[in-house]
C-alpha cells in the first residue's frame, strides 16, 4: 500500500490547515494509523495515533488543539490543526501499521513521503 500525505502549506500563527493521507487501497488490514512530524534540527515525533474501531491518542504538545479524522471506508486519515504555532512547524508523515506497546507507539512500515507546515508570520 502506498500512502499520499497532503494539505501542508504556510499559515500565520493562529491559523489552521488539514492534512490529508490517502491509500492507494482500501485492501489492507492495518488496524492503527498515525500522524509524525520532524521539525528543522530535532527528531521524529509522534502526533497523533487513530485505531480503526475509533481510540484517537495525542501528543500532549497537540492535545485540545489538534484532530485526527478517518474516512468511513478507512482509506483516508486526516489531521486537522487549529490554533497553529510557529513550534508546529515541520515535515508532516502519515503512517499506517503501527502498534501501541507498553503506552509506546511504534511505527509501521509504510509512510507517505511527508507535506511541509510553515507556522510564520
Known amino acids: 500500500v502506498q500512502l499520499q500525505a497532503s494539505g501542508g502549506g504556510l499559515v500565520t500563527p493562529g491559523g489552521s490547515l488539514r492534512l490529508s493521507c490517502t491509500a492507494s487501497t482500501t485492501d489492507f488490514d492495518y488496524r492503527k494509523r498515525a500522524w509524525y512530524r520532524q521539525g528543522a ?60 506497546s507498553g503506552g509506546v507507539y511504534s511505527p509501521g512500515d509504510f509512510w507517505g513521503q511527508g507535506t511541509l507546515v510553515t507556522v510564520s508570520s
Open 41 to 100: 534540527g530535532k527528531q521524529r515525533e509522534l502526533v497523533a495515533t487513530i485505531s480503526r474501531d475509533g481510540p484517537k491518542k495525542y501528543a500532549d504538545s497537540v492535545k485540545d488543539r489538534f484532530t485526527i479524522l478517518r474516512s468511513s471506508n478507512w482509506r483516508s486519515v486526516f489531521l486537522q490543526m487549529d490554533a497553529l504555532t510557529p513550534e508546529d512547524t515541520g515535515v508532516y508523515y502519515c503512517n499506517a501499521g503501527g502498534s501501541w
